[in-house]
């Protein structure tokens, strides 16, 4: 699986982004779909998971209640919506895919990654 996330940018304190991921392959309905970010001089964390039919998701509490993961299988294609964005949120965003797990926050359990979005948000 190939995947390609887009749709960051630079957007001011309160407002909104959707990014997408775009994977390769016909297999895509059975992964379970990670959304990661990393911020200048700190670890990768969880954004946020959701399950191979879009039925579960999980969120870190950073973002619980702005941010929003859905999927479209038919399309291949993984979301991110943020909303209420806070200058803390600025970070590169990584999608990811897992074979192994149906839903899961845990970095180990996912094979393959996307390059990542840049988001940055001014106060």
């Known amino acids: 699986v190939q995947l390609q996330a887009s749709g960051g940018g630079l957007v001011q304190a309160g407002g909104s982004l959707r990014l997408s991921c775009a994977a390769s392959g016909r297999t895509f309905s059975r992964y379970g779909m990670g959304w990661f970010r990393q911020a200048p001089g700190k670890e990768r964390e969880i954004v946020g998971a959701?399950?191979?039919?879009?039925?579960?998701?999980s969120y870190a509490d950073s973002v619980k209640g702005r941010f929003t993961i859905s999927r479209d299988n038919a399309k291949n294609t993984v979301y991110l919506q943020m909303n209420s964005l806070k200058p803390e949120d600025t970070a590169t965003y990584y999608c990811?895919?897992?074979?192994?797990?149906?839903?899961?926050?845990?970095?180990?359990?996912?094979?393959?990654w996307g390059q990542g979005t840049q988001v940055t948000v001014s106060s």
């Open positions: 959701i399950s191979w039919n879009g039925v579960g998701t």
């Open positions: 990811a895919a897992s074979s192994r797990a149906p839903m899961s926050t845990r970095q180990t359990v996912y094979d393959y």
